[in-house]
């Protein structure tokens, strides 16, 4: 297959063809939006495949530190909004499951590292 002759049926040409027309780069139909290549429903249709790339979006994250913030702040678990340990904040399961990943972190960096508990023994 000739790569050039390729682009040049597939993608591009496809797309100056329409563009120069005025039409919807997209499906050729529709003529495109204000200040877009793309007409109505091909926008939505691009919109909604970003969307799905990138599900845990910035304004997702932002609500997701509120929350995290909220709880911290109402002597909530952080993770799951039980009533947390006293000066914690995580529930006594969360906890328990935090200190796992922290412990399993520390021992890999011990087989890893120096052979010694960073910042404690020794
Ligand atoms: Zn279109
Ligand atoms: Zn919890």
Known sequence: MIPDYYAMMSGQRFYYRHKAAGLCVQCGKSPPWRGTTLCGP??????????????DGERR???RRALWHKRREAGLCVECGKPA?????????HQMMWREKAHVKLVR???S??????GREG
């Open 42 to 55: 091909c926008l939505r249709k691009h919109e909604q495949s970003e969307a799905r790339c990138d599900p």
């Open 109 to 111: 960096e011990r087989i």
């Open 61 to 63: 994250r932002a609500r």
């Open 113 to 118: 590292g120096c052979g010694k508990y960073p």
């Open 85 to 93: 340990i006293r000066g914690q904040a995580r529930c006594e399961y």
